[in-house]
């Protein structure tokens, strides 16, 4: 009797280690194992991918989602575009290349509102079958389509495509997109108003094509697994392993497979930093993003590099607060909070990278004047960090606004950056101006943005990444009741400038750019924000790493189509 | 008797694991933000209302309350916000199974290892073995298992290249983190079952025991050890639950796609498909553990009757 407990016992335990111990294997995401030969496949290809040529890396998150229209995050983006192809495509440099369509057999109409494209026809999806203009029709009719519940859909096209808006807002058809594909190889485009930086789309992933039959064949299960996912680009995914990692192989079958020089790319999920240097360090990575003090340690080693990114962050001040709206709204009060913080200090004590302190809010290396080639960002230092003048501002302030004390709230994020970012700015701003208390807020990411958006804060700090090439992304930024202007910014001049920028000015390249130029210029005059920095990222990478030296301007940060070891 | 026993608990179970869905769902509406913010704040107001419309979030809360409840009976957890359109019992499923493998490895040899340690300390008491067996079982359970995380990659995998620095890829990877997560269970078998120990092999019935010329080993396998294993079954319930449920440190430092990262983190980005049916899966997996640990307590030691001695 005693020994059948026992046996019980044991036998209990056995079962807990059988039960949990088949987790390595069949991991090919949710319905594994369900065809043998296929997993089978998986292996073999894993196998392959395991060679010489394949780029090792890690990711801080699993990818979310690799449906195209769906996909809002950097990771998902990125291996979007790995795997799939679009109009066009980014290349080094940030350039704008031909993919499916031929870029220089592009025309445009001459009022800016109709883009034939030409698609090279011997492009093809995984199974063999081309890639038509009709798998851009649909894949652009399924994007808008408000089922879909795409937001980045909404967000470039509504009020730019053609019956756009009208059709997320569920008053028009997914089919009545002003989309059409007069023949197999030519894919037309109407547009509401011209949209200067449309090649940009043309490269971003809401805009790519999709296989209609395979897609819906998939139904539910489409882009959930490797076998879930039909790629046309340069790259597809053999294997998905969630929030453990996936495996691409180069794609044979992609019309330019002879200009990859990849075999493969194998990415890992490690969300710990230190976790990620150290597999670096024993060599079972080529390259790891670096955070934190990792950065500091790390910055005389010769695998070290920066690459500057398009992100800009500036110190918000909200002119509609409740509390401190009337201080907010005074130039002089504004100019002094814009000068009284050290930059530099910014970022040693926040990032501790080296990243630009910058006196402006559209970014350098961004976009380049359409004739002469020189860059948007001609440099400003009305903001700069000045102490003396700073100071001199705020007296003036203290007169105009009759104030002798004054506490500001300073809203910010609850993770470790954002608690720094808090400290810093309250000592360097307390410092410096006789008489101000800053009073640190800090709450959950998801609650700052709420708070933001109802615009009931005082300070926070914020930043922006473009989604395409085009410094109106930025300059956009602060109209009068524009969408993202939570700090009530408003200057008629300005509004004109941008206005016509997005409007009458659209086919006119030069005074466009140089519009947005000067209306930069009256927003920092006018010292709407407070700019702080470009952001970088700092990365360690074998030497044997190709391609891999810059961030492209938007959407994907690296073209893996490009990527070469010299091993 | 036992069978009657048995459904009367689980009728209790099923009651609690209803309050607790319920409770759980009210107070995920008072998580501030919103599923919808990924983005940095580009979402407009008028698009995230389309979103919420989209997913049901903008009907009254006792609507919502009686969809998922009627759902979740069928079987239906909904599908995640952070990860389009993935289920989340596939999401459960996928991660459950790598932080199941290592709780249920580090629990095993940790309390394995815990009862000898505590058993050869009790045998040897007041000697070195004792006394470094004390040093071992305090320092397991002072300092945090993130810590020997830490210091066993640094080591066995950077330093001395002997194991992998992380990732779940085969057998060989999981024992840097099963070692890292088995240090408290061991330390709390070893001090509760020393202390049990001492406590038993000091009554009269092992006294008795001896004058009547019964081995050692018989007194102390067969009387002792079971004696003292009650205190430590009833710590090792509700710590299996902890165990094979995952820990987010352990599981981040060493890269393992486990559950406790996930249920962390679907907290932080409001997901709260996901934030329910992991609430859910813990619940029911530590109503059920104790009901096995109460009934583990009949089959090591007689005494207890589970009817409440009434018959």
């Known amino acids: 009797m005693r020994q059948t407990k026992l046996f019980l016992l044991v036998l209990t335990f056995i079962l807990t280690l059988v039960l949990t111990a088949c987790s390595f294997e069949n991991g090919t995401n949710n319905e594994d194992a369900q065809d043998s030969s296929q997993e089978k496949d ?14 090792r890396i890690s990711s801080t998150s699993d990818i979310p989602t690799m449906d195209p229209i769906m996909a809002e995050d950097n990771v998902s983006i990125q291996y979007t575009d790995t795997v799939y192809e679009g109009l066009y495509r980014l290349a080094p440099e940030g350039k704008i290349v031909s993919g499916i369509a031929k870029k220089e057999e592009t025309e445009v109409s001459e009022d800016g509102l109709t883009y034939t494209f030409h698609l090279r026809e011997d492009a093809q999806w995984e199974n063999g079958e081309p890639v038509t203009a009709h798998d851009f029709v649909y894949g652009w009719q399924r994007a808008i389509n408000p089922d879909n519940k795409s937001f980045y859909a909404n967000y470039l096209m509504s009020g730019k495509l053609k019956n756009a808006a009208e059709i997320y807002g569920g008053d028009l058809e997914p089919s009545e997109l002003a989309v059409s594909a007069p023949d197999d190889y030519t894919f037309v485009v109407e547009l509401e108003k011209p949209v200067p930086y449309f090649e940009s789309y043309a490269a971003f992933p809401t805009f790519l094509p999709m296989n209609q039959a395979f897609v819906e064949e998939q139904g539910d299960d489409f882009a959930l697994a490797p076998e879930n996912i039909l790629s046309n680009g340069p790259f597809k995914m053999t294997e998905w392993n969630a929030e453990a990692g996936w495996e691409l192989e180069k794609n044979e079958d992609y019309w330019d497979a002879e200009n990859v020089a990849l075999d493969g790319i194998s ?4 969300k710990e930093a230190d976790t990620a240097l150290s597999n670096y360090e024993v060599g079972e990575l080529d390259r790891v993003t670096l955070s934190g003090a990792q950065v500091k340690d790390n910055q005389t080693s010769p695998e070290f590099n920066s690459l500057a990114e398009t992100s800009v962050f500036w110190m918000k001040m909200n002119q509609a607060s409740e509390s401190a709206g009337e201080e907010m709204q005074n130039l002089n009060f504004r100019t002094a909070l814009a000068k009284a913080f050290d930059k530099q200090a910014y970022i040693d004590v926040v990032y501790g990278n080296d990243s630009n302190p910058v ?90 943005l709420d708070i933001m958006r ?10 922006w990444g473009p989604d395409y090439k085009d410094a109106i992304s930025f300059v956009d930024l602060w109209i009068t009741d524009g969408e993202n202007n939570d700090i009530s910014y408003s200057n008629e001049e300005y509004d004109e400038l941008v206005n016509a920028a997005k409007g009458e000015l659209a086919t006119k390249p030069v005074e466009r750019f140089e519009a947005m130029q000067e209306a930069e210029k009256i927003a920092l005059e006018d010292a709407a924000i407070a700019p702080i920095m470009q952001r970088k990222t700092s990365v360690l990478s074998k030497e044997y790493v190709k391609g891999m030296d810059q961030l492209n301007p938007f959407g994907n940060d690296y073209s893996f189509k490009y990527v070469e070891l010299d091993k | 008797m036992m069978a009657k026993y048995i459904i009367q608990r689980i009728i209790y179970m099923l009651i609690t694991l209803f309050i607790i869905a319920s409770a759980t769902f009210v107070l995920m509406q008072f998580l501030p933000g919103s599923p919808f913010n990924e983005l940095g704040g580009k979402m407009t107001a008028e698009q995230e209302e389309i979103l919420l419309e989209e997913y049901g979030l903008n009907d009254p809360v006792p609507v919502q309350y009686a969809r998922y409840i009627s759902n979740m009976v069928q079987g239906d957890l909904g599908v995640s916000f952070q990860y389009d359109n993935r289920s989340v019992t596939s999401i459960i499923l996928d991660r459950l199974g790598p932080s199941a493998h290592l709780g249920a490895q580090a629990l095993v040899i940790g309390s394995i290892l815990g009862i000898i340690l505590g058993m050869v300390a009790a045998i040897r008491h007041n000697t070195w073995v004792d006394y470094s067996s004390n040093v071992i079982a305090v320092i397991g359970i002072s300092i945090p298992s993130f810590v020997f995380a830490g210091l066993l990659q640094y080591y066995f995998a950077v330093q001395w290249r002997i194991f992998p620095p992380s990732f779940w890829e085969g057998p060989i990877y999981t024992v840097l983190p099963t070692v890292a997560l088995m240090i408290f269970p061991m330390a709390i078998c070893a001090r509760f079952m020393r202390t049990e120990m001492l406590e038993v092999l000091g009554s009269d019935y092992i006294e008795l025991a001896r004058a009547k010329g019964v081995s050692n080993n018989t007194i102390m396998f067969k009387h002792a050890l079971r004696n003292a294993l009650i205190p430590v079954i009833t710590v090792l319930g509700p710590m299996t639950v902890s165990l094979m449920t995952g820990t987010l440190v352990i599981e981040q430092i060493f890269a393992v796609p486990g559950i406790g990262e996930q249920f962390v983190r679907s907290i932080s980005v409001n997901d709260y498909p996901v934030i329910m049916g992991t609430t859910m899966l813990f619940s029911v997996l530590f109503v059920v553990v104790i009901l096995v640990v109460d009934l583990l307590y009949g089959l090591i030691d007689p005494r207890i009757r589970l009817t409440g001695g009434k018959d």
Request: hydrophobic share 35%; proline share 3%.
């Open chain 1, 42 to 55: 998986a292996e073999e290809q894993l196998e392959g991918t395991e060679g010489e040529n394949v780029l």
């Open chain 1, 454 to 463: 109802e615009q009931d804060y005082e300070l926070a700090v914020s930043g």
């Open chain 1, 359 to 448: 006196n402006f809010f559209v970014p350098e290396n961004f976009v380049e004047h359409p004739e002469t080639g020189e860059d948007f960002q001609t440099g400003s230092d009305v903001l700069a960090y000045d102490v003396e003048a700073a100071k001199e501002a705020w007296n003036t302030a203290k007169k105009e606004l009759g104030f002798e004390e004054i506490t500001l709230s300073f809203l910010s994020g609850d993770s470790d950056v954002a608690k720094n970012i808090s400290e810093i700015m309250k000592t360097e701003l307390e410092k410096n101006l006789e008489g101000l208390t800053i009073e640190t807020v800090n709450v959950p990411w998801a609650q700052q």
């Open chain 1, 267 to 270: 990415v890992k999920v490690i």
